[in-house]
Each structure stands twice: as structure tokens, then as C-alpha cells.
């Protein structure tokens, strides 16, 4: 079946620094990926998405490419805030019906002043 | 905006109780779906629902049942609540093909 395997955290960060958190995933077809990102005592909000193969997602200064050669999605942001301090969750969906997200572990980033 | 509602922020039941978490949205998605988070282990589907009165197992079902009377509600009920049903409940909508939008969850703890 489908899954999503993302780098556990947390990952701790000062302000400034660059983040990556890599994600690569299994899937039959051609999936979309998507980030979310959960902040404290929220639920997840759609941080950006790709539906197909060399896609760039972006938004906020995050940026991840859909590359399918290396069944892979990383996030990337160059210069991280302290208000990026979340959970982050890759994710897949695949083709059929009802449009099921499978999800990564998540990943707690921490950016320390 | 789409909005996802969930009618509890926080809930503690005893153990052996029904228990009926409910969710309503409005933008006429036609996916509806009830994940559990824990920590460690992600977000884990229990239900979907691809249309009223359509719904399909996800990946952890035991314990759990739902209704989709109406196409904006979907319920999650906990037939005989279990301390290790103690956890975060997500609620999230989508069309097809699209992405899917949370509700701020339901923190349960049974007792």
C-alpha cells in the first residue's frame, strides 16, 4: 500500500538558519503530495502541494519539488522564523475514490530565537 | 474559506460510554474523514466517506463506527469507549483531487 516516511524530529534551529525536512514516500499510479503544517493547539493547514512529477510547491518561503525519479518530496525553507515553530506532516494521495491522504510521522520543528 | 467544524474542543468520557464525535462542513465536499493523531505514530485514518451514506474502513476501524446521513455531516462514534481510544481526533473535507482542510480537533480522554 501507500506510505510516507519523513525525518523524525524535532529538529531545533535558530532563527535565520536553513530547514529541510526530507520525505520520500511508496506509491502505485501517480500520486499528489502535500505538506500540512499543525501549530500548537491547531489543526493542520495545506502549507503547499505538487500533483505531478517536477511540480514546485511553494508558499511562505517553503518550497518542495515532486521529483519521481527519487520518489521524493522535501521541504526547504532558506531563512526560518521563530513563528515557524510546528509540526510538519508530508502526505499523499493517490487516485482513487474518496481522495485518501496518507501521512507521514510528522516532523516537530523548534526554531529558538 | 471552507470550514470544518468539530463540536468539541476537549472531552472526557468514562470508560464503556458512546461516545459521538460530530463534524460538519460547509463548502459541499463530497470526502469526509476522521483520523486519529498520536504522538509518534502520525495521523491514522479510521473513516472516509466519498458521498451520504457511503463509507469505507481506513486503516485503523476497530472500535470506531460513523454515519454520513447528510452530505456536511460526519459523525465518529465510539461504540464502547477503551482508555486506549484516548487521543486527538481530526476531521477533514476535500473535493475530489483536492486538498483537504482540518478542523481544530477533538482532544478525548476517556477515563
Known amino acids: 500500500g501507500d506510505s510516507v516516511t519523513q525525518m523524525e524530529g524535532p529538529v531545533t534551529l535558530s532563527e535565520e538558519a536553513f530547514l529541510t525536512i526530507n520525505c520520500t514516500y511508496t506509491?502505485?499510479?501517480?500520486?499528489?503530495l502535500f505538506w500540512y503544517v499543525q501549530y500548537p493547539g491547531e489543526g493542520l493547514q495545506l502549507l503547499l502541494k505538487?500533483?505531478?512529477?517536477?511540480d514546485k510547491g511553494s508558499n511562505k518561503g517553503f518550497e518542495a519539488t515532486y521529483r519521481k525519479e527519487t520518489t521524493s518530496f522535501h521541504l526547504e525553507k532558506g531563512s526560518v522564523q521563530v513563528s515557524d515553530s510546528a509540526v510538519y506532516f508530508c502526505?499523499?494521495?493517490?487516485?482513487?475514490?474518496?481522495?485518501?491522504?496518507?501521512f507521514g510521522g510528522g516532523t516537530r520543528v523548534l526554531v529558538k530565537p | 474559506d471552507v470550514k470544518v467544524t468539530q463540536s468539541s474542543r476537549y472531552l472526557v468520557k468514562r470508560t464503556g460510554e458512546k461516545v459521538f464525535l460530530e463534524c460538519v462542513q460547509d463548502?459541499?465536499?463530497?470526502?469526509m474523514f476522521w483520523y486519529r493523531q498520536d504522538p509518534g505514530l502520525g495521523l491514522r485514518l479510521i473513516y472516509f466517506?466519498?458521498?451520504?451514506?457511503?463509507?469505507e474502513k481506513g486503516d485503523i476501524p476497530e472500535g470506531y463506527s460513523v454515519s454520513r446521513e447528510k452530505k456536511e455531516r460526519f459523525s465518529l462514534i465510539l461504540e464502547s469507549a477503551s482508555t486506549n481510544q484516548t487521543s486527538m481526533y481530526l476531521c477533514?473535507?476535500?473535493?475530489?483531487?483536492?486538498?483537504?482542510?482540518f478542523g481544530s480537533g477533538t482532544r478525548l480522554t476517556v477515563v
Open positions: 477533514a473535507s476535500s473535493l475530489q483531487g483536492g486538498g483537504y482542510t
Open positions: 505538487a500533483t505531478k512529477a517536477d
Open positions: 463548502m459541499d465536499h463530497e470526502n
Open positions: 466517506s466519498y458521498d451520504v451514506k457511503m463509507k
Open positions: 506509491a502505485t499510479g501517480y500520486p499528489s
Open positions: 502526505a499523499l494521495s493517490g487516485q482513487a475514490a474518496g481522495n485518501k491522504l496518507t
